[in-house]
C-alpha cells in the first residue's frame, strides 16, 4: 500500500513497471465486489450494483497487465434485481471445476461463467434457492459463505433468524436451523462441518454439524442489543475470529478458545468499520477499512500481550471516500482490493 506510482515504461525492472494501485470506475455504486480464486484468471474480480430500482448490474472486471487497465467484460455483464449483499467466487484454485460465481440477495443465485468467446453472453443463472420451502416470499439473505474444504457447500444467514447449509450440486437444503433471537446479519466457515454466525442479537455463535441442537455463544457485545454485522474467521490459525460491531470505530478479534473476553480491541479507526479480512496466507495479519476512508493492515502476532495505548496498524491507506467493502486475495496474496463509491481499487500490499 505504498503511494501510487506511474507505471514506468522504460523496461528497466518489472517491478517497477508495476504500479501499486489500479483504479476502475463503475457506472453506478459499488457493493458487493469480491476477487477470482482460479489462477488462470488473475487479477479478476465481480463488482455489483448498490442501485434502488430494479434492475441492478453485476460486471466482471479483470486487469489487463499490459496497459494497466482494469475493464469489464461486457458478455460477462447481467442484471441482477436487487443489490448482491455478496458475491463470491467458487474457491478453486486449480480451476478443476466450472467456473462459479454466487450471489445473495432476496434468493442464492449460483451463476456460471463460460470461455465461449463467441457467445454474446457468457453467462448463465445455474441455481435459483430458495430456503423458504413453505413460501415463493424469503427472508432476505444478509451474507454467505463458499466451504473452501467442500465447495459444493454454501451457507447463507438471513434476516428471518436461520442460517442455511445449501448442496448446490443438488441444488438442495442439507441443513436448516434456527441460528439468534434476530437478524443474522454474516456467516463464516471454520472449517468442514463448523461455522459461525453474527447477529443483531449481539452474539458470535460457533455451529458444528454434528450436533445441531448446540450452538457455543464465543461473544456478546457488551451493550445489550448491540448487533455484529460482520464476521472474519482466520483461515490460516482457525482458532481466531474478529468481528465488528454495528456503528462502532472498533474491531473484536477473538481467541475461540476464550470465549467472552476479546483478545485484543482495534482501536485506530475514526469512523465505522465496514469491512474485515483475514490475510490468506499470514495467521497474524488483517486488513479493515471504514467510514473513515482508510484501509488499515494490523500485524497481531504480539495478540495476548498488553499493548501500551493499544495497537497501531502497520500500514495505513486512504481512500477518496467511506471504504464500503474489502476483499483480500487468496490466490495472489499481495492485493487487496476496496470498493468506496463508483470505485474499485486494487491495492499492492
Avoid at 115 to 141: M, Q, T, W, Y
Avoid at 272 to 289: F, G
Wanted: proline share 6%; glycine share 4%.
Amino acid at each position: 500500500m505504498a503511494a501510487s506510482s506511474d507505471a514506468n515504461h522504460d523496461g528497466s525492472d518489472e517491478q517497477q513497471k508495476r504500479s501499486e494501485i489500479y483504479t476502475y470506475e463503475a457506472p453506478w455504486h459499488i457493493y458487493a465486489m469480491n476477487w477470482s480464486v482460479r489462477r488462470d484468471k488473475e487479477y479478476r474480480l465481480a463488482i455489483a450494483s448498490l442501485l434502488e430500482q430494479l434492475p441492478n448490474r453485476v460486471e466482471i472486471v479483470q486487469l489487463d497487465d499490459s496497459t494497466g487497465e482494469i475493464r469489464p467484460d461486457p458478455a460477462l455483464s447481467f442484471d441482477h434485481p436487487y443489490p448482491p449483499t455478496k458475491a463470491a467466487f467458487v474457491p478453486d484454485k486449480d480451476s478443476s471445476r466450472p467456473d462459479l460465481l454466487a450471489t445473495s440477495s432476496d434468493y442464492l443465485r449460483v451463476w456460471r461463467l463460460s470461455d465461449d468467446s463467441s457467445a454474446s453472453s457468457r453467462v448463465e443463472l445455474r441455481s435459483l434457492l430458495n430456503g423458504n420451502k413453505n413460501s415463493e416470499f424469503c427472508g432476505p439473505i444478509t451474507s454467505f459463505d463458499w466451504n473452501e474444504a467442500e465447495p459444493r457447500r454454501i451457507g447463507t444467514s438471513s434476516i428471518d433468524t436461520t442460517c442455511t447449509i445449501w448442496d448446490i450440486e443438488r441444488e438442495a437444503v442439507d441443513t436448516q436451523l434456527i441460528a439468534h433471537d434476530k437478524e443474522v446479519y454474516d456467516i463464516a466457515w471454520g472449517g468442514v462441518g463448523v461455522f459461525a454466525s453474527v447477529s443483531a442479537d449481539g452474539s458470535v455463535r460457533v455451529f458444528d454439524l454434528r450436533d445441531k441442537e448446540h450452538s457455543t455463544i464465543i461473544y456478546e457485545s457488551s451493550e445489550p442489543d448491540t448487533p455484529l454485522v460482520r464476521l472474519g474467521w482466520n483461515k490460516q490459525d482457525p482458532r481466531y475470529m474478529a468481528t465488528i460491531i454495528m456503528d462502532s470505530a472498533k474491531v473484536v478479534v477473538l481467541d475461540i478458545r476464550f470465549p467472552t473476553l476479546p483478545v485484543v480491541e482495534l482501536q485506530r479507526h475514526q469512523a465505522s468499520v465496514n469491512a474485515i479480512a483475514w490475510a490468506p496466507h499470514s495467521s497474524c495479519h488483517i486488513c479493515t477499512a471504514g467510514d473513515d476512508s482508510q484501509a488499515l493492515i494490523w500485524d497481531l502476532s504480539s495478540m495476548g500481550q498488553p499493548v501500551e495505548g493499544g495497537l497501531d496498524p502497520i500500514l495505513a491507506y486512504t481512500a477518496g471516500a467511506e471504504i464500503e467493502q474489502l476483499q483480500w486475495s487468496s490466490s495472489q496474496p499481495d492485493w487487496v482490493a476496496i470498493a468506496f463509491s463508483s470505485k474499485l481499487q486494487i491495492l499492492r500490499v
